[in-house]
């Protein structure tokens, strides 16, 4: 069939010609439903199939929240396995917002209940408009039972509120083990930026911040359970579901001996200053002692506005570690390092030196502590009386170096592998050292200073027990705190032992008759000590004090910021040494008192009862245990703070917000300095010079 002639002169277009064109749109329009078909069947089964779990999880999360269930701490126990941190049960209340029927209602009454201080309810009001509808905010922790009942008698008034039982850390010897141990706190916001872990934000969780519960933090720290709820798709709870148990950490074992650690605390009385007791045989630290020191029981729970002000004020810095942080001269506990490196250098011990009381260096003139000499004297005898006239001369022969490079290879100025945040190494000074140092050149007085402590020396508590350990076994002990059954044993110094054995002589002669710690004897049967007294001075004494005899007096009494430092270092038995002590104590005059520490710790070693029975004795002269001397202090604080607050009629701590702001931890103790170095002192200017002047009048 045909049609008509098209208008304007088009083509003809035919039936034939308009069903093949019809038909080859309908293929195309097919073609393309089914790729669309097809595209959407896969989609589907890639949906269903393949990403099948990841929609699942989340289709489960608009149903099911977890509240994460806090991990109890691994515990911290001593070589014997006795605990030094452990959880205990403690009671805390929390409040679920979604389940909140009148917020300001029960926040009224909970402040009635449990006496919530303004601060308490100002931070819950702060959090509760913050907190997702199921997620717990903290009203109280560490609450005693009674309290803890009363929330319980009246929930049926308090919708909402959740009383849990929980664990909060525990330190059984408190302030004995604070610089070792540390303490832990709750997360800061700046902990959480750096780890965004949910569960540094949950109540009741708390992380290490010093000491090795920060350096061991997630070894302890354990895995959160958790607590799954269903909820609405707008976060209302419906029901609460099976929990998740948490995973408890791991245990931490020192090598500290937990016994030896509180008695040694206990019987440096009110003294401040540091005591290391370690093991010769391993390096295994046995007691690692700082005090005065804070309560880690305190800031765990969070420390109170007034108690960190009294920490803050102490002018016997008990925020600081001393074993690690502190720095003092030596004094003449370096003289029996001296010794062995003359004998290493090739000096005989039986040549002698005349002491008359002094020696005369240009214009000025370097004192003995004892004023009419010790006439001609050996070695043996110069370590035994603390002779500074032979080691004067001694430095001068050999040179500063000889002494130095002994003084290294002892540990002094050596920073040992410890997990501790901060430590501070202190000075063996050269001069290498004082050239690159201060670019002036070495004198015949930094020899002389250096040769008996003073000067430019300076080391921790931790160093001289370690010289003493090292002196005592002969060999390259590294001291450790942790117990690892991996170390390799300690290798030889390489020092003839003929040499050891006349050093450990000498030593052992300073604590018998004619020594100058013979009041330090152990009385104990078949176990004697051998040490080394020594005292740093820390104020000028000038000439007109030497010539009017106020040296010692001005040494050992007077104001106590400016009396000297006391230091000894011990190992017993002299014999066949096994344990070895470095004490410092801070303006206690001369090495006696440490001696009489040092002696008390090996005895508690040998026969504890003793021990305790001479500690008994001497508590009562220091108005009693820590404990008691601690709670007396904290309430004379208050006392003081609260007469000084009744004139202006202000609160005792109004205006000191910048403490209270720091009030969870204490502050940076690199910036706490027990001891400072010396000033650069004007050459062949040391009869005028805290140099020249240390141990004059006062018997080491």
Excluded at 4 to 14: C, D, E, I
Excluded at 23 to 46: E, H, I, K, N, P
Excluded at 169 to 196: C, M, Q, T
Excluded at 323 to 328: A, D, E, S, W
């Amino acid at each position: 069939m045909k049609f008509g002639k098209p208008p304007h002169g088009g083509r003809l277009v035919t039936e034939a010609q308009q069903s093949f064109s019809f038909s080859r749109r309908a293929l195309f329009v097919g073609v393309a439903q089914g790729a669309v078909g097809l595209t959407l069947a896969g989609r589907m089964a890639w949906l269903t199939v393949v990403e099948h779990d990841k929609y699942a999880a989340l289709a489960e999360s608009n149903r099911a929240r977890s509240t994460l269930i806090p991990p109890r701490r691994g515990w911290i126990v001593d070589r014997a396995g006795q605990p030094i941190a452990i959880n205990r049960s403690d009671f805390r209340v929390d409040l679920i917002p979604d389940l909140l029927d009148d917020p300001k209602r029960e926040i009224e009454l909970l402040q009635n209940l449990l006496q919530l201080a303004p601060e308490d309810i100002e931070r819950l009001q702060d959090n509760l408009p913050k907190a997702a509808g199921f997620q717990p905010v903290q009203v109280a922790e560490d609450l005693d039972y009674e309290h803890f009942a009363q929330v319980n008698l009246r929930l049926p008034d308090l919708p909402g509120v959740v009383p849990a039982r929980g664990f909060s850390r525990f330190y059984p010897n408190g302030p004995a083990v604070a610089h070792l141990i540390g303490y832990v706190g709750s997360a800061s916001a700046e902990d959480y930026k750096k780890d965004k872990n949910p569960l540094l934000i949950t109540p009741g969780f708390k992380i290490g911040k010093q000491g090795l519960e920060k350096t061991f933090d997630h070894f302890l720290r354990g895995q959160p359970g958790a607590k799954p709820s269903e909820v609405t798709a707008r976060g209302k709870l419906v029901r609460q579901l099976p929990a998740r148990p948490e995973t408890p950490g791991q245990t931490l074992q020192l090598t500290i001996d937990a016994g030896l650690q509180d008695y040694v605390a206990e019987r440096m009385g009110d003294q401040s200053g540091s005591v290391v007791v370690i093991d010769t045989q391993t390096g295994d630290i046995l007691a690692m002692v700082s005090m005065p020191a804070y309560d880690p029981n305190s800031f765990s729970k969070g420390i109170s506005h007034d108690e960190w002000n009294m920490l803050s004020a102490d002018d016997h810095l008990p925020l600081v570690n001393k074993t690690l942080q502190g720095l003092y001269p030596a004094g003449s506990t370096v003289k029996p390092l001296n010794a062995l490196a003359l004998l290493e250098a090739g000096v005989s011990p039986d040549e002698h030196v005349q002491c008359s009381g002094a020696l005369r260096v240009g214009n000025s003139f370097f004192h003995c502590w004892r004023h009419q000499g010790h006439g001609p004297i050996d070695m043996h005898r110069a370590v035994q009386q603390s002779c500074d006239i032979y080691f004067y001369q001694m430095a001068r022969k050999v040179g500063t170096k000889v002494l130095a490079d002994m003084h290294k290879r002892l540990g002094l100025g050596e920073k040992f592998p410890l997990p501790f945040s901060s430590q501070r190494y202190g000075t063996v000074p050269d001069p290498a050292w004082k050239e690159r140092k201060y670019h002036k050149a070495w004198t015949v007085s930094d020899t002389l200073n250096s040769a008996i402590g003073q000067g430019y020396t300076l080391v921790n508590p931790l160093q001289i027990a370690v010289a003493a350990a090292r002196v005592a076994s002969g060999k390259v002990l590294i001291p450790r705190v942790v117990h690892r059954r991996t170390d390799q044993p300690p290798v030889s110094m390489g020092i003839a032992e003929d040499h050891l054995r006349i050093i450990r002589e000498a030593m052992g002669a300073v604590v018998g008759p004619g020594g100058t710690a013979n009041a330090a004897r152990i009385q104990v049967p078949g176990i004697d000590m051998g040490g080394k007294t020594g005292s740093a001075q820390v104020r000028r004494i000038s000439m007109a004090d030497r010539a009017a005899g106020r040296a010692k007096a001005l040494g050992d009494s007077g104001e106590w910021r400016l009396r000297d430092h006391g230091l000894f270092i011990a190992f017993a038995p002299v014999e066949q040494p096994r344990y070895a002590a470095g004490i410092i104590l801070e303006h206690a005059g001369h090495g006696a008192a440490a001696a009489q520490i040092a002696r008390d710790a090996m005895t508690y070693l040998y026969d504890k009862q003793r021990a305790l029975d001479t500690l008994a004795k001497m508590q009562a002269g220091w108005g009693g245990d820590i404990a008691t001397r601690m709670a007396r202090g904290k309430a004379d604080w208050a006392a003081k703070q609260a007469a000084l607050a009744q004139p202006q009629g202000a609160p005792a701590d109004e205006g000191d917000m910048g403490a209270q702001a720091n009030a969870t931890q204490p502050p940076d103790s690199s910036v706490a300095t027990a001891a400072a170095p010396p000033d650069e002192a004007p050459e062949n200017a040391q009869a005028s010079s805290p140099h020249a002047v240390a141990n004059g009048g006062t018997p080491e």
